[in-house]
C-alpha cells in the first residue's frame, strides 16, 4: 500500500510518516508547494499534514480534496481536518481553549476507525482553530472533546476521514492503532 503525506510545513510530518511505515505501508512526503494533483491518482491514500496556517492558506489542500474524496481516501490531520471541514462549507473558528502541547480527553463514536480504541481516549493537541458544527454537512462528528468541539469528521459517503488531534504524539497512546484501523479501511476498499 502506498500513501502520500502533503507536508504543510508542520514539524510532526516526518512524525506521520514514520508511524505509516510502522504500520507497514509505504509513504512519499511532498511540499504541498510541489504537489501536481495528477500524479496522485497513483496512491491508495491521501494524509493531509498538520501545519502552522489557516487552510484558506495552502491552496492546494482545496484541489486535492475536490479533485480525490470521492475516489481516494483521503485523512485530514489538524491543519487537514480543517482544511476538509472548511471544503465542505464548515466555519473555522477560535478554540474555546487553545492547546498546544495539551492532552485531552476525546469522546470517540461508534466508527471501525476506532476499533480496539478505548473511549474516551486520550490526545494530543496543538490547535487554537477549530471546526465549527454544521446542521446540513454530509461530513458525520465521530468524535468530541469535552468542550464539544469537533474532534473527528467523516464523510457519509466516501472514504475521508479528519482530525483536529495528533495522532503521532506520544500524547496519543492509540494513534498507532488509529492509523492502522485507517490503513485496514483503504485496504477493504
Sequence with gaps: MK?????????FTLNIANLIKECQAAVDVIHHQDIETENLSNYHGIVLSPGPKR????????????????SIPILGICLG???????FN??????????????????????TIFEGISNPMMAMRYNSLTVDHQTASPLSIICCDNNDEIMGLKHRKYPLYSFQFHPESI???????????????IGEQ
Aim: one cysteine or more; aromatic letters at 6%.
Design 171 to 185: 500524547g496519543t497512546p492509540d494513534g498507532k492503532r488509529l492509523i492502522q484501523n485507517w490503513l485496514n479501511l
Design 55 to 70: 487552510p484558506s492558506d495552502i491552496t492546494i489542500l482545496n484541489e486535492i480534496i475536490e479533485r480525490f474524496y470521492t
Design 81 to 87: 481536518h480543517q482544511a476538509i471541514g472548511e471544503f
Design 3 to 11: 500513501i502520500i503525506l502533503v507536508d504543510c510545513e508542520d514539524s
Design 90 to 111: 464548515h466555519s473555522i473558528i477560535r478554540s474555546k481553549e487553545a492547546m498546544h502541547g495539551i492532552a485531552t480527553e476525546i469522546q470517540v463514536g461508534n466508527e
